[in-house]
């Protein structure tokens, strides 16, 4: 009966964030953009999915991936071996972003690189990366000085680079940090920063997922420098279902691929928790079966996640996206993108993780009301930015190049904690919904205008992911003056440098 009204829970968790940018859509198709009876009906069902995956997905994670994370965290730690310690961590990187959903669907959309050389380049640039995320927590370094000299190498490297090479590049530090990676490497780095119990281990537990999402970013663009792009293809058209038998086949076509895509990406967690509870760290008996239940939530989750973004909301984000930039609604499509861009942050599976987490590990410090509104301002504003990029053919140097401007330099004037979650966000933002909605929605668009797809409607995953930088350390800018307004009345002290605050009332 407790497992029921916990699953309960979470499928109403789900519907309150998937329900309003459903509405959007449906309201958008029913008023603005005339669409088949076949593709609503696609859509509606793969909402219904979408919802169901997501919660169990959710509870899946605070069932498995999340504990299992911190065991194996803090043993990394006990062992004091740093060898050991940065090969478990390369390890990891590794065996998840292989089989990381989102990465999949971005190779797949990318027509000039072969999908298994870019799978490869963005898994080795990670595992490396998680083993420099590992040392920055074992000793402490700062996160700001890591950040500076990696997005400097990254820029050093854009500024030498093929166009077609930098949207993929960084659209692919976005996609990595999805749903399976993102709880896991938060999990990882609560654990081993728990061990340290000094004031800046709470700080250092995040930005782990930032150092990660630089990674893939400097892998792509130096294969740019030794990979022959290959011939561009047509981008796939949207389908058309004019019959029920045709529509019911989509979706029975695409159940079995999830399914296997799943299990690969699940395996490694699977494994590592059975070989953990084997021959490591005997977690008990009731304990490793808890696990063990959240990883199968969190599979058929991902299944019915997986299934419904795709095959409902993909299709639909073409089609929408094509529509209004080749209709009569060319105006709106700036406001509309946004407002679309603020509801379908709060449908993203890694970031109710997120959220959660930051509450919890910050002790209130950042609140998951407050995250969610900084999160959903960032999207919304990135979505912008992509049309006006898409709309004017600009290169994606004269956003990103003045926005991480800005977040570095952001980072000199706020709390630590508050760059560790921002840059940490930036990842977690640009998820599945992103790639599978919103991407396909400004390839719609480019090919409308008669844009170039991949040097205009590449980069939006990147736009999504940058946003967040500047938002949340704004947000800590903000908390910084209210605290010390509120300490200048009250006279009271700081302890460890920070006081709970409510950021939005």
């Known amino acids: 009966m407790k497992n ?102 971005l190779a797949a959309s990318a027509p000039h690189i072969n999908s298994v050389v870019l799978i490869m380049a ?69 654990g081993v920063a728990s061990l340290r119990n000094d004031e800046s281990s709470t700080a250092d537990s995040f930005g782990m997922v930032s150092l990660c999402s630089v ?29 029920t038998i045709i529509l019911s086949g989509s979706y029975i076509s695409a159940i079995p691929i999830y399914i296997k895509e799943v299990a690969l ?14 021959f490591i760290q005997e977690t008990g008996r009731d304990e490793f079966f808890r696990i063990s239940v959240g990883i199968l939530y969190s599979y058929i989750g991902l299944v019915l996640f997986l299934t419904g973004v795709n095959v409902g909301f993909s299709p639909m984000g073409a089609e929408l996206g094509s529509a209004l930039a080749g209709g009569s609604f060319y105006t709106i499509l700036l406001p509309v993108a946004m407002f679309m861009g603020w509801f379908t942050v709060s449908a993203e599976p890694a970031v109710q993780v997120l959220n959660k987490q930051v509450e919890d590990i910050s002790s209130g410090i950042v609140s998951s009301k407050a995250m969610g509104m900084a999160l959903s301002i960032s999207v919304a504003c990135a979505m912008g930015l992509a049309m006006i990029r898409i709309l004017t053919g600009l290169s994606i140097f004269w956003f990103i ?62 736009l999504v992911a940058m946003m967040p930088l500047i938002t949340i350390q704004i947000m800590g800018v903000i908390y910084k003056i209210r605290l010390a307004a509120e300490k200048k009345i009250t006279g009271t002290e700081v302890v460890e440098g920070y006081e709970v605050i409510e950021l939005w009332d």
């Open 122 to 190: 963005v898994a080795l640039g990670v595992g490396f990366f998680l083993l420099i995320a590992m040392l920055h927590v074992v000793l402490g370094i700062k996160l700001k000085w890591l950040l500076l000299a990696f997005y400097a190498a990254v820029f050093a490297l854009a500024a030498f680079s093929e166009s077609q090479f930098l949207g993929i590049a960084f659209d692919s530090g976005g996609v990595t940090t999805g749903p399976m990676t993102v709880p896991f490497i938060l999990a990882l780095g609560v």
């Open 401 to 462: 190049i003045p926005g991480y401007a800005i977040s570095l330099i952001l980072m000199f004037f706020v709390p630590e904690i508050f760059t560790s979650i921002a840059f940490d966000s930036g990842g977690v933002a640009s998820g599945p919904m992103t790639a599978t909605f919103m991407l396909p929605f400004a390839i719609g668009v480019s090919k409308a205008v008669g844009g170039n797809v991949v040097s205009d409607a590449f980069g939006l995953v990147a």
């Open 215 to 243: 990674g893939p970013i400097i892998a792509v663009l130096i294969l740019g420098f030794v990979y022959k792009s290959e011939t561009q293809t047509v981008f796939n058209t949207i389908p058309s279902f004019h019959n």
């Open 4 to 105: 029921k009204t916990i699953i309960f829970e979470k499928i109403k968790e789900s519907v309150s964030s998937v329900l309003p940018i459903t509405l959007i859509i449906i309201i958008l198709c029913f008023t603005m953009v005339p669409i088949s009876s076949g593709l609503m009906l696609s859509f509606l069902i793969g909402a219904l999915m979408l919802i169901t995956g997501m919660g169990l997905f959710t509870l899946g994670v605070d069932n498995a991936l999340t504990p299992l994370g911190n065991n194996i965290g803090a043993w990394m730690m006990k062992t004091k071996k740093l060898g050991v310690i940065l090969f478990v961590s390369f390890l990891i990187g590794v065996a998840i972003t292989v089989s990381e959903p989102d990465l999949q669907v």
């Open 265 to 278: 990406a699940l395996s490694p967690i699977a494994l590592f928790s059975i070989l953990f509870n084997l």
